[in-house]
Structure formats: structure tokens, C-alpha cells
């Protein structure tokens, strides 16, 4: 009985909510699936395309009596709706021998005599011609509303034990009126903003007036953070469009004759504008592609309503589908400028028509146009310290009378939902669960501390043995003004207790300027990195030989003790000065770092003060967050960076007195359609003499994975250089080239491809005074080697194959290296 009371409840609801509901899937009379087809309520433009499978869901606020359903080379069919709601219909195309406006051949339209690409050369031609293009200044009003819910919930789902205690949660269920399946709201983030823009030298600036969230993870700079990155501005009029760090073909784009099928479907009148429909989908599986239609004005060529869905077969991973809508309104006749933004996503481990998964919704409104009002020059400099409290403050009377429109009961609910939640044991426990894994770290609230990270607990390597680790941090907030961080170590085999601690004091946000020190003793294998860095507690990957090819006994052990000071005078430009004292001796009896000193007397332990001065230059790049740390959204941004160390003899009883000048450029590089190349290039010279603890040693990587800028192929200590240039150049096709091969392309795997090289020369006076037995070898003839490999195998892996260019007849050479990796990526 309760089965049926809830049947009829939800039927009732489906009702009050939507007038019309239909879905179902179209076949031909050769019951083939018909992808693709344009189905929409008669006498209206609302509509959608079935997608690869034949499917469809389509509901809408009026009431309408007929569906239509057509597609190139069969019959138009009108269905008369009998109800409101008509679900699951089976609908038969019949085919259309007489058709000769548009010649289909399997399916793909004809570059030739197609009406709807004459039309499409409009647009291009006239798109930097429309909206706020057509102004040298511009301002308007935005409201953003980001919601995630959790979807396909069923009685099964509902039943499970884990709800057990928190069965409430399933009161705030709703119905997605683009796919009809339901779902319960779990996060909901608002924001108010106005934004400005100046197209004569491309400048735009959004300042943040209100923003408010709740719900599950609704306070974690993580969230944010992927929010910031999930949801980038996009322009459909550009030739690609980047989502999920892909870039998909646009429909407008200027290549996308060669990637979709056009058909003009049909004519309308639309707020008094004549517009053509023109319908479009992929002309290839697991490409980067939509499906969707279009209306264009007729006398503009510009956009009036646009709808995009992802193709189901396109190399993307954790996302089951993208549905996209845009609405654009009429101003002064002729300029038509963006209203509405719609996206969803379908975030899922599987692209099962059943799998459960979790939507991301991002709806974003606009209003209060105006326009050719320039500011001064100055207004649209960046802030390095933007943060404004009172946007977060809030009362709910201002979003009551400032929101674009009004929430749902359902996302309205989202504002208690975490207060009720939080009194539950069994979900706090998921929510400790679920950071855990996200941050590495175990919160401890009561102690205002995490502990961890816990995935460097256990380790090992040739000297210490098995390495056991515990840290933790001092943890308020995700916007601490200061951090304390420590660590202590123990090997089994060395019986030696390690240690390190830092401090970091954020003494002025506003140009960010912060203070730090720390001390690590510890067993490290040095030479992994080009470039110097001052993380007091950094310890490279490489120390641990838990997987790890060859032996691993070339370890330092070193006493690190620093002090610095680091500022951002302008947005994403950071100078620091740092100072540091470091003992190095060797950590095993099969390595050595003696050297001959001025007397000519060997030596083997180094002590050594060094002043460091950094340049750091990172344009482009996003951070969440206001404390002493900051999370970055993404890490495709351009990166200069220009460091001087200065070691000063005498000062502490240090040894040597020498110069350091290091240059470290890093460039992604989308190229659209064709995937992303990122290319690392890092120049140095030593000046004075050194030995081998100080000199630069080239990187190399014995382990089983791989290790940004190190060399697959080459040894640990294998070379050296006081002076080198070294290049790494990566490209990800992201799946370009094995889309187009049949049964391989099912898989959807990704191609990769690099090619690494370094030059570098040893000074007379470094050989002279090297006694570590370990012969200088320098990359005089450029050292080079290259790979290939595919990634996203189980969407969670890549293996690299790496050969060895030159320097073949070395003792124990590589010529031949096999590297993974593992990583979760869209």
C-alpha cells in the first residue's frame, strides 16, 4: 500500500512541477537506434536530441498536446499526448526516400548545397560583431548559483545502512528536468557579483559583492577550489571550449564543419525575431564533441538560445554527461546579450545509464547592462588581497531581496541541512573519512591540530631500512595567519631518530607578506631537482626505495636550519629572501662526499651558510584561500623563476664561498583540439669552487614512477654540471589520435609523448678538487631521451616507455625504462 501512496505522490508532484513529461528512445523500421533526432513539443522551441543510444527526456512548464520527432532522411512524426505525463514510449521513424534538401550518407550531412552551413559562415562572420563585443566598455550585474546533488536515488538506494538514523535526508528529493531522474540537493554556493570589461586593451575585473554557502564540504577551501576550476567563463562563439581541463570543439567553431553534422531543422519567430534552428551532433564517437540545436537570428547571425550535451563516447573521465543551455535577450533591437547560463554535470565512476553519480549545477544570470562608461586606468589592476568579510556576512534579507530569483523548497533546505546532519556519529565518521582521503590528513578539532600527512607513515631505502614516520599541524581554519608543522622519524636499520619542524607567520595579507623558519635533520637523496628550493620539510620522492630499480645508498644526511621572509607586491609576482645554514655528510659507507680543501687535506663533512634571493613570477595562476597557505586551483599556469645563492666562507665556520644563478621557466600550452604540452626549461651556473654536496647534480630516477624534470634513463650521481641547460618538452593528444582507430578507441585511452635533453660542463677547479672517488661526468654532448606513453588506463593510470638516446656504452646504462604513474584526472 505504502508503494503505491508514494507512486501516486510522486506523480502528483511531477504534475505541480511540469505540465508536459515525456521520454522514451527512437528507432527506425530496421529497429537501429535513430542518434541524434530533434524531438520538441509542437509549435514551441523547446526541444532536445536524442542521444548516441536514441534516448530522450524532455519536460516543460506549459502544457502541450503534440511531440514531434524528425531527423534527416525519415519522416516527420507528430505524436498526439494524450497526458501530461507520457513516459517510456517507444517511437518508430519511418524512412523518407523523397528527401533530396540535405544528401545524408550514414548518417553525416554533405559539406556541399547544406543550407545550415551557408548559415553557420554568417556567424562567423559576424561574431566579434555581437554582444558585448560591440562595445568598447561594458558592466552588469551577475548572480552565480553552484549547486551538487546526489542523483539516481531509488528505494534501494534509500534502504541501504549506511542512511540508517538520517532517512529525513530523502524529504528534499527532487526531479531533474533534464534527464527526469531524481536527486537530493547536498551543497549550494551563491554568489553576487558585478563585473566590468574593457575590449580596447581586454581587460576585465569581477568585484564580489555577497556569497553564501552550505551543505556537505560547504566550508572547505577544496571545494572551492574545484568549483573555481570546475566552472570557468567560456564564450560558445570561440573555437573550442574548456571544461574539465578539456578542450571540446565548439558547434560555432570555425573547424567544426570537420567535426559535426549541420541540418537546418526548422524557422520561428522567437520575442518578435525571426530565427533559424539548426541542429548539429558528432560526426565521430570519442571526440571531444556535442550534440544540441541552435537558433539564429536571421538579420545579426547572432545567438538567441543555444542548448549543448557531451557526447556519452567522449575520452573524459567521472563525468557521465555535460548538458549546457544559454538564453540570450534582445537590447535595443539588434544586440543580443547573454541571460541565462545553464550547465550541469554528471559526475559518475561509471557511464552506466544506471550508476548513480553526484550533479554539478552552475546557473548564471544576467542584468543591469550598461555600457561605454570608462574607468580610470588603475581600476582594473588585481588585488594581491581581495578578501571583503562582510560579503560573507550576509543577512538572509539581502539575498531575499537581491537574488535573481527564488530558490526551490528543495535548495532552500540545503541552508539546514549540514546543522541537522552534524549531530548524526555515523555521518561526522564519513566526513573524517572523506577528508582524510581528499587532504592526506586526520583532523583533530578538540586539539585545533591534523596529523599526517599519512601517506609518507611508512617508508624505506638502502640506509635506513624500514622508515617510520608520524607529523602533524596546527589546523584552525583553512585561512590560518599562522602554521606550525612538525615531523619525527625513525630507521630501523640506521637506529636514528629524524626530525623537522616549520613555522609560518602571515604578518601582512595585504601584500602578503610572510615570515618563516624551520630545522630538518634528516636522510635525503639529493641531486633530484635543478633548481634550489627552500621548503624546509620537502624530502623527495626518490629517498624512499620502496620501488625502486638498482640500489639506493647514494643518501645524504644533512641538518638544514632556515630563515626567510617572502612578499607579493603585485598579484602573482613573489620576492623572497631566504637564509640558511646546512651540515651534509654522507648517510651510508658506500658513498662519499669528500673533497680536498685549500691544504690539500681530505675532508668529508660540509658546513655552509648560503643568502638566497628568489624571483618568482606566476601569471595566470588561481589560489582559494587567505591564510599563510593557499590552495592552487590548477597548475596550468606559466611560471618564471630567477634565484641568486650567495654561500658566504666564514660566516658560521662555513666552507666555501661561491655563487648560484638559476633561471626555471614551465609553460603549458593548450593547443586546441589537439591536446596539451607543457615544456620546462632550466638554465644555472655555479661560480667558485664546490664539492660534489654542493655542486649541480643532474636528475635522475631509479624509481618505478615517474618524477617530474628527473631523467628516466639515467642513474642517480650519473652526471654533473656547474654550468647546464636542460629542456622537457611533453605533449598529451588526450586521446586525439586513438579515437580514430576502431575497438582501440573504445578504451579511451590517452597518447603521450616527450623528449627530455640536457648540456652541461664541469669546471677544472670542481674536478680538482673532487675526492668522493665518483667520477665527474658532465653532459658535454647533450645528453638526451625520449618516451612514449599512454594514460588513463582503469582511468587511474599511465605507463611511460623511455629509451636512452646517447651515452650508451656507460657501466650501467639504461637504455631501455618503463615508468607509471598514478592520478585522477578528468
Same mark, same amino acid.
Given at each position: 500500500m505504502k508503494k503505491w501512496i508514494g507512486l501516486i505522490c510522486l506523480l502528483f508532484t511531477c504534475l505541480i512541477h511540469s505540465q508536459t513529461k515525456v521520454s522514451g528512445i527512437v528507432k527506425d523500421t530496421d529497429n537501429e537506434v535513430v542518434s541524434y533526432a530533434s524531438v520538441y513539443f509542437k509549435n514551441s522551441t523547446e526541444g532536445i536530441i536524442t542521444d548516441e543510444n536514441g534516448k530522450f527526456y524532455l519536460e516543460s512548464n506549459a502544457k502541450y498536446s503534440t511531440l514531434v520527432i524528425? !531527423?534527416?532522411?525519415?519522416?516527420?512524426?507528430?505524436?498526439?499526448?494524450?497526458?501530461? %505525463?507520457?513516459?517510456?514510449?517507444? %517511437?518508430?521513424?519511418?524512412?523518407?526516400?523523397?528527401?533530396?534538401?540535405?544528401?545524408?550518407?550514414? +548518417?553525416?550531412?554533405?559539406?556541399?548545397?547544406?543550407?545550415?552551413?551557408?548559415?553557420?559562415?554568417?556567424?562567423?562572420?559576424?561574431?566579434?560583431?555581437?554582444?558585448?563585443?560591440?562595445?568598447?566598455?561594458?558592466?552588469?550585474?551577475?548572480?552565480?548559483?553552484?549547486?551538487?546533488?546526489?542523483?539516481?536515488?531509488?528505494?534501494?538506494?534509500?534502504?541501504? @545502512? =549506511?542512511?540508517k538514523g538520517m532517512e529525513f535526508v530523502f524529504d528534499?528529493?527532487?526531479?531533474?528536468?533534464?534527464?527526469?531522474?531524481?536527486?537530493?540537493?547536498? !551543497?549550494?554556493?551563491?554568489?553576487?557579483?558585478?563585473?566590468?570589461?574593457?575590449?580596447?586593451?581586454?581587460?576585465?575585473? #569581477?568585484?564580489?559583492k555577497a556569497n553564501k554557502n552550505s551543505g556537505i564540504g560547504g566550508s572547505s577551501d577544496m571545494v572551492n577550489a574545484f568549483i573555481k576550476d570546475l566552472y570557468a567563463d567560456y564564450d560558445i562563439y570561440n573555437n573550442y571550449l574548456k571544461f574539465f581541463d578539456k578542450d571540446f570543439v565548439s558547434p560555432l567553431s570555425r573547424t567544426g564543419?570537420?567535426?559535426?553534422?549541420?541540418?537546418?531543422?526548422?524557422?520561428? $519567430?522567437?520575442?518578435?525575431?525571426?530565427?533559424?534552428?539548426?541542429?548539429?551532433?558528432?560526426? @565521430?564517437?570519442?571526440?571531444?564533441?556535442?550534440?544540441?540545436?541552435?537558433?539564429?537570428?536571421?538579420?545579426?547571425?547572432? =545567438?538567441?538560445?543555444?542548448?549543448?550535451?557531451?557526447?556519452?563516447?567522449?575520452?573524459?573521465?567521472?563525468?557521465?554527461?555535460?548538458?549546457?543551455?544559454?538564453?540570450?535577450?534582445?537590447?535595443?533591437?539588434?544586440? $543580443?546579450?547573454?541571460?541565462?547560463?545553464?550547465?550541469?554535470?554528471?559526475?559518475?565512476?561509471?557511464?552506466?545509464?544506471?550508476?548513480?553519480?553526484?550533479?554539478?549545477? @552552475?546557473?548564471?544570470?544576467?542584468?543591469?547592462?550598461?555600457?561605454?562608461?570608462?574607468?580610470?586606468?588603475?581600476?582594473?589592476?588585481?588585488?594581491?588581497?581581495?578578501f571583503d568579510q562582510s560579503a560573507y556576512t550576509k543577512e538572509d534579507e539581502y539575498w531575499d531581496s537581491n537574488r535573481f530569483e527564488k530558490l526551490n523548497k528543495s535548495e532552500k533546505s540545503i541552508y539546514g541541512?549540514?546543522?541537522?546532519?552534524?549531530? =548524526?556519529?555515523?555521518?561526522?565518521?564519513?566526513?573524517?573519512?572523506?577528508?582524510?582521503l581528499a587532504s592526506g590528513y586526520y583532523e583533530i578539532p578538540k586539539w585545533k591540530m591534523d596529523f599526517g600527512p599519512l601517506f609518507s607513515t611508512f617508508g624505506y631505502n638502502d640506509v635506513e631500512g624500514i622508515r617510520l614516520r608520524l607529523g602533524g599541524r596546527t589546523y584552525f581554519g583553512p585561512n590560518d595567519k599562522w602554521r606550525l608543522q612538525g615531523y619525527g622519524a625513525y630507521g630501523f636499520d640506521d637506529n636514528q631518530f629524524k626530525y623537522g619542524f616549520s613555522a609560518k607567520w602571515l604578518v601582512n595579507p595585504y601584500k602578503r607578506v610572510i615570515i618563516h623558519a624551520g630545522n630538518r635533520r634528516d636522510v635525503e637523496q639529493m641531486g633530484v631537482s635543478l633548481t634550489a628550493t627552500n621548503d624546509v620539510l620537502g624530502r623527495s620522492?626518490?629517498?624512499?626505495?620502496? $620501488?625502486?630499480?638498482?640500489?639506493?645508498?647514494?643518501?645524504?644526511?644533512?641538518?638544514?636550519?632556515?630563515?626567510?621572509?617572502?612578499?607579493?607586491?603585485?598579484?602573482?609576482?613573489?620576492?623572497?629572501?631566504?637564509?640558511?645554514?646546512?651540515?651534509?655528510?654522507?648517510?651510508?659507507?658506500?658513498?662519499?662526499?669528500?673533497?680536498?680543501?685549500?691544504?690539500?687535506?681530505?675532508? +668529508?663533512?660540509?658546513?655552509?651558510?648560503?643568502?638566497?634571493?628568489?624571483?618568482?613570477?606566476?601569471?595566470?595562476?588561481?589560489?582559494?584561500?587567505?591564510?599563510? #597557505?593557499?590552495?592552487?586551483?590548477?597548475?596550468?599556469?606559466?611560471?618564471?623563476? %630567477?634565484?641568486?645563492?650567495?654561500?658566504?666562507?666564514?660566516?658560521?665556520?662555513?666552507?666555501?664561498?661561491?655563487?648560484?644563478?638559476?633561471?626555471?621557466? @614551465?609553460?603549458?600550452?593548450?593547443?586546441?583540439?589537439?591536446?596539451?604540452?607543457?615544456?620546462?626549461?632550466?638554465?644555472?651556473?655555479?661560480?667558485?669552487?664546490?664539492?660534489?654536496?654542493?655542486?649541480?647534480?643532474?636528475?635522475?630516477?631509479?624509481?618505478? !614512477? +615517474?618524477?617530474?624534470n628527473t631523467f628516466n634513463n639515467m642513474n642517480y650521481y650519473e652526471f654533473v654540471a656547474d654550468e647546464y641547460a636542460s629542456l622537457h618538452v611533453e605533449h598529451n593528444f588526450n586521446g586525439r589520435l586513438f579515437s580514430r582507430i576502431p575497438y582501440l578507441r573504445d578504451l579511451n585511452l590517452r597518447e603521450i609523448v616527450g623528449i627530455k635533453g640536457v648540456y652541461g660542463t664541469v669546471s677544472q677547479g670542481n674536478i680538482d678538487m673532487n675526492a668522493s672517488g665518483l667520477y665527474y661526468r658532465a653532459p658535454e654532448d647533450v645528453y638526451w631521451e625520449y618516451h612514449a606513453g599512454i594514460g588513463n588506463i582503469f582511468k587511474c593510470f599511465r605507463l611511460d616507455f623511455s629509451w636512452r638516446g646517447n651515452y650508451m656504452d656507460l657501466p650501467d646504462a639504461k637504455k631501455f625504462a618503463i615508468k607509471g604513474s598514478f592520478g585522477f584526472y578528468f
Open positions: 524528425s !531527423f534527416v532522411g525519415y519522416k516527420t512524426l507528430e505524436i498526439p499526448l494524450t497526458q501530461a %505525463v507520457n513516459l517510456d514510449m517507444k %517511437v518508430v521513424l519511418s524512412f523518407d526516400n523523397l528527401l533530396q534538401e540535405v544528401k545524408v550518407y550514414a +548518417g553525416k550531412t554533405s559539406k556541399k548545397n547544406n543550407p545550415a552551413l551557408d548559415i553557420l559562415r554568417k556567424i562567423w562572420e559576424r561574431r566579434k560583431k555581437n554582444g558585448l563585443n560591440m562595445f568598447n566598455q561594458y558592466q552588469y550585474d551577475k548572480y552565480e548559483k553552484v549547486e551538487f546533488d546526489l542523483n539516481t536515488i531509488d528505494s534501494a538506494f534509500m534502504k541501504k @545502512r =549506511i542512511f528534499r528529493l527532487d526531479t531533474s528536468r533534464v534527464t527526469g531522474k531524481t536527486y537530493l540537493p547536498i !551543497f549550494i554556493n551563491e554568489t553576487l557579483s558585478e563585473v566590468y570589461g574593457d575590449n580596447t586593451d581586454g581587460k576585465k575585473k #569581477e568585484v564580489l564543419i570537420n567535426v559535426y553534422n549541420y541540418v537546418l531543422a526548422d524557422s520561428a $519567430f522567437i520575442d518578435n525575431k525571426w530565427c533559424y534552428n539548426i541542429v548539429y551532433y558528432p560526426r @565521430r564517437k570519442n571526440e571531444l564533441t556535442f550534440k544540441g540545436d541552435f537558433w539564429v537570428n536571421d538579420s545579426t547571425f547572432a =545567438i538567441k538560445k543555444i542548448n549543448l550535451e557531451a557526447s556519452k563516447s567522449a575520452n573524459i573521465n567521472w563525468v557521465k554527461e555535460i548538458y549546457i543551455e544559454q538564453e540570450f535577450e534582445v537590447v535595443n533591437d539588434s544586440v $543580443f546579450l547573454l541571460k541565462r547560463d545553464h550547465m550541469m554535470s554528471d559526475f559518475s565512476f561509471s557511464k552506466k545509464e544506471e550508476s548513480k553519480g553526484v550533479y554539478g549545477k @552552475r546557473t548564471s544570470m544576467y542584468r543591469n547592462h550598461k555600457f561605454d562608461l570608462k574607468k580610470p586606468n588603475d581600476f582594473y589592476k588585481q588585488e594581491v588581497y581581495d541541512l549540514i546543522d541537522t546532519l552534524s549531530t =548524526i556519529p555515523k555521518f561526522k565518521a564519513f566526513m573524517d573519512i572523506s577528508t582524510v620522492f626518490a629517498s624512499s626505495s620502496l $620501488f625502486s630499480s638498482g640500489t639506493n645508498d647514494k643518501l645524504t644526511s644533512i641538518n638544514l636550519t632556515t630563515v626567510g621572509a617572502e612578499f607579493e607586491p603585485f598579484k602573482n609576482l613573489t620576492l623572497k629572501m631566504n637564509f640558511s645554514y646546512r651540515t651534509l655528510k654522507s648517510a651510508s659507507n658506500t658513498f662519499s662526499l669528500d673533497y680536498f680543501d685549500e691544504n690539500g687535506q681530505i675532508k +668529508g663533512d660540509i658546513k655552509q651558510y648560503e643568502t638566497n634571493y628568489t624571483v618568482d613570477w606566476t601569471p595566470g595562476r588561481k589560489t582559494v584561500g587567505h591564510g599563510v #597557505e593557499r590552495l592552487e586551483v590548477d597548475l596550468n599556469y606559466t611560471r618564471l623563476m %630567477v634565484n641568486l645563492s650567495h654561500g658566504m666562507k666564514g660566516v658560521f665556520d662555513s666552507d666555501f664561498n661561491y655563487q648560484k644563478l638559476q633561471f626555471y621557466y @614551465r609553460q603549458p600550452l593548450l593547443i586546441g583540439g589537439f591536446g596539451r604540452m607543457f615544456s620546462t626549461l632550466e638554465v644555472g651556473k655555479i661560480f667558485g669552487d664546490v664539492p660534489l654536496g654542493l655542486m649541480g647534480i643532474i636528475p635522475g630516477n631509479q624509481s618505478w !614512477f +615517474g618524477i617530474e
